[in-house]
């Protein structure tokens, strides 16, 4: 016996979760705010990895359809002081284990491999409420519901299930990010396009950074990170980019040219994206009928991994509830243990360590990486 399983999010974690579940023939919707799959720019390069990622799409047996967009050469890796000195560069030689795609390419083959119909576009969840024997309901904002015995909030941030489980709420890091994208780089901005590279560049201070990477078709996106107040970044005039690029790129001052041109020759409006987190360690007492996956479940300042981890989550939870068809309640249980054991873990493993306060330690750290 299978329970239809309700999924509020068709980001990657929820369908990668959806996906899981139909190669094991359980039933699944998924309800998802945006109105269509391309309502919205999917951002850009994710480092799919080989220890949670790719276990992901192995999982979802995708990996022909995964090889596929795989963007050869994009794992090359250097990083350069503020003034543009090359202090790291490392080529991709085929052999790393974080091969790069496009997001928005990554959720279209998932999409893909799923029965029509599967993804209710424009459904955003706005209410949730538990019904008593693991039964919840979950209310739209067009004002349609439904009532379901099975309830997944893989619906990001921001998440209208999370509160059925925890009172945690993400805070604000202190650090936002600005995303620019520069079209047609090496023969417009042949200088800028020779400092990322092939593939990604860091150049980084203690409290900023400009994270860019050679996406598909010779586009340069950057995330251009600061350490500053959300009031800081809100007096930005974003309806005047120009005037906000520059705003930013003050920040930058004394930078190299080839570097603050990933913020001032932007082709589009600067994008500012607040970074927030849930605390550290948050996790719940199980309830019946509900669980969260991934940013839902656990949202980090980015440090590479919250894509890896949501498709994982996904993956993970669809292999429990397909080992245990009678029994929903042990599979949750049993994913929600390994969720929080695998989250702690990966919070020790990746992202920028804490000990990183100067552009020679982040090379230190990267050089450490490499050594076998
Ligand atoms: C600037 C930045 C850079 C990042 N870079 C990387 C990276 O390089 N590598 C990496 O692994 N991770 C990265 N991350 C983290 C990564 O984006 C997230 O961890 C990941 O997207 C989480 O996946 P998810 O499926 O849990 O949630 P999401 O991707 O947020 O998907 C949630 C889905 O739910 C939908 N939704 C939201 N609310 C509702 C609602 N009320 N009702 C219905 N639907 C709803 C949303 O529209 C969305 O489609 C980055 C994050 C940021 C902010």
Redesign the pocket.
Known sequence: MTTDVTI???????LTLARVLHLHRIPATV????PSPTARSQ?GL??IHDYNGQLAIKAADLTDEFRAIVLDGRQAMRILDSDGTVLFDKSDDGTGGRPEVQRGELRQVLLDSLPPGTVRWG????RTRALGEGRHEVVFADGASVVTGLLVG???????VRPLLTAAEPAYTGRS?VETYLYDAATRHPATAKAVGAGSMIAFAPDREIFAHRERDDTLHA?VGLSAPQDWFAALDLTDPAAAAARIAARFAGWAPELTALITATDTAPAL?P?YALPAKTRWDRVPGVTL????AHLAA?N???????MLDGAELGRALAARPGDPEAALAAYEQAMFERVLKSAEIDGIDPGVSTVHDLVAAFTRHEQP
């Open positions: 509020i999010g068709a980001g990657l974690g929820g309800y998802e705010a945006e951002g994710l480092d459904r955003k969840a706005t893989a619906d990001g941030a921001w998440s209208r990010v995330y994206r970074l996956l991934g940013d839902a980015p590479g991994e919250g894509a890896n981890l949501a």
